[in-house]
């Protein structure tokens, strides 16, 4: 081929490439932007609403989940008695069930809940802690599977153990799986249960058993700070409760605002306990500029 042609060739294909790069750049932009959007607006629609979320959790994530709640703009209510439920229950916006520091004595107040919120069309979030750590704890987690969460929400170890309804007591309440090695194993639970799938990690991973979304926000320094996996569980139940009809959507948003702020609080902290308290100071004071400035949400 004559040089001349050569470059002019070489060069049209470094234009078509940038060109490529540059329109997938735009695209992504687009897509972030629409993500913080979204986020911003149902994070706006919680404060303004106040939605009542009733938890039935463990007594080590009680503290940090009622505060996400409130600085989020929602009303929290610890409420696990078996004789409250019928008049409390169909009355909440969201139920959340966390099944940390789970017994017999609590079991039939999560499953008669989830039931009741069930038959009121509220949506509710199971969060299977340690699900694989014990016979007794699979199996109540599987009862409450089949009473239709609307979202599922665990650790990658925790997804992996209930889609195979397998025992891994290694790691308990921590995981030993990355969130990218459970996207299979969320993938197969959503499409058996109906429910969205989230599993926690670097990249908290969203999938309806299609649709598969990555949510990179957050910082490392907050799995040194118990229970905060517990309190994005109850932040999700909260965005449910202002846009039911968008599950997935409404449970990426929850994800990545908790892990901005997260983040944010970083920028000050010089802990795990100062980052504690900023976190939920940040979550607080949250606004749509910094919602689109730092949101990391794409599809997968």
């Given at each position: ?50 939605p ?38 169909p ?5 959340c ?23 009121a ?21 599987l009862?409450?599977?089949n ?18 309804a397998s ?16 996207v ?74 908790f ?13 795990p ?13 949250l ?7 730092r949101?990391?949400i794409?599809?997968?």
């Amino acid at each position: 081929m004559n040089p001349i042609l050569e470059q002019c060739e070489l060069r049209k294909t470094e234009i078509t490439y940038h060109q490529a790069m540059n329109s997938k750049h735009d695209e992504d932009e687009q897509q972030r932007r629409q993500w913080g959007t979204r986020a911003w607006a149902t994070l706006s629609a919680v404060r303004t609403r106040s939605p009542l979320i009733q938890c039935i959790t463990n007594f080590v994530s009680m503290d940090l989940m009622a505060n996400t709640l409130l600085s989020a703009g929602a009303s929290p209510a610890m409420l696990h008695s078996v004789e409250e439920l019928p008049d409390f229950t169909p009355n909440a916006d969201a139920l959340c069930i966390n099944v940390g520091t789970l017994s017999p004595a609590w079991l039939p107040a999560m499953k008669f809940a989830s039931e009741l919120a069930v038959k009121a069309g509220k949506p509710w979030v199971l969060d299977p802690v340690a699900a694989g750590a014990s016979k007794f704890r699979m199996m109540a987690c599987l009862e409450l599977m089949n009473l239709k969460p609307t979202v599922v929400r665990g650790n990658g170890s925790e997804i992996i153990a209930l889609s195979k309804a397998s025992l891994d007591s290694s790691m308990g309440v921590d995981s030993g799986h990355e969130s990218v090695d459970a996207v299979e194993a969320a993938k197969s639970l959503a499409h058996s249960s109906g429910a969205i799938v989230a599993v926690s990690g670097a990249v908290d991973i969203v999938t309806d058993g299609k649709r598969v979304i990555g949510a990179r926000n957050g910082v490392a320094m907050m799995q040194k700070i118990t229970a905060t996996g517990c309190s994005v569980t109850a932040l999700i139940a909260a965005f449910l409760a202002v846009d039911q009809l968008h599950a997935l959507e409404a449970t990426a948003s929850a994800l990545s605002i908790f892990g901005i702020a997260g983040e944010m609080g970083m920028d000050v902290a010089k802990g795990p306990a100062s980052l504690r308290t900023h976190l939920i100071d940040s979550l607080y004071g949250l606004d749509e500029a910094a919602i689109i400035s730092r949101i990391r949400i794409s599809s997968l």
